[in-house]
C-alpha cells in the first residue's frame, strides 16, 4: 500500500510538470516558425524605413502556410507578428496566440513577446514572461 500511495503521489507531481514541459514545447515550435518571418520583417523594415502592412507586403506567402503541428498560422501586421496555436496543440493554448513586436532603438531592431495574457506564465518561454 505505501508502495501505491508513494507512486501516487509522485503521479500527482510529475504530470502537471510533464503538461507545463509539453506546452513549452508546443509554444517553442511557434517561435521556430516565426523566425524566417522575424527576418523579412526587419529586412522589409531596413530597406523601407517602415514595417510591412502584412504577410504579402514582406514578401511572405499567406498566413495559413506558416503552419505547423501546433501552429494553425503566423501572420505579419505592421510590426506585429502573431502566431496562432491551433491543430493539435493542447487545449490550454489552442486558439489562442502570441506576438512578437518589433521596436527600433537605436538602428537596432529588437523583439518583444507578448501572449496577452490569456496563456499562463509558466507555460511561456523565458523570453515571453
Known amino acids: 500500500m505505501i508502495v501505491v500511495a508513494i507512486i501516487g503521489i509522485l503521479a500527482m507531481i510529475a504530470i502537471p510538470a510533464y503538461q507545463r514541459y509539453t506546452i513549452r514545447a508546443q509554444i517553442a515550435e ?3 516558425l516565426a523566425s ?3 527576418l ?3 529586412a522589409f523594415s531596413n530597406d523601407n524605413g517602415t514595417y ?3 504577410n504579402g507586403a514582406a514578401a511572405l506567402q499567406v498566413p495559413s502556410n506558416y503552419s505547423g503541428k501546433y501552429v494553425s498560422s503566423i501572420s505579419v501586421n505592421g510590426a506585429i507578428i502573431s502566431i496562432w496555436y491551433g491543430n493539435d ?32 506564465p ?3 518561454p523565458a523570453i515571453c514572461r
Open 52 to 54: 510591412p502592412a502584412n
Open 122 to 124: 509558466s507555460h511561456l
Open 89 to 120: 496543440a493542447n487545449a490550454q493554448i489552442s486558439g489562442q496566440t502570441i506576438t512578437l513586436t518589433a521596436t527600433t532603438q537605436l538602428g537596432s531592431l529588437t523583439w518583444n513577446c507578448a501572449s496577452g495574457g490569456v496563456i499562463p
Open 36 to 38: 524566417p518571418i522575424q
Open 40 to 42: 523579412a520583417v526587419a
Open 30 to 32: 511557434g517561435l521556430n
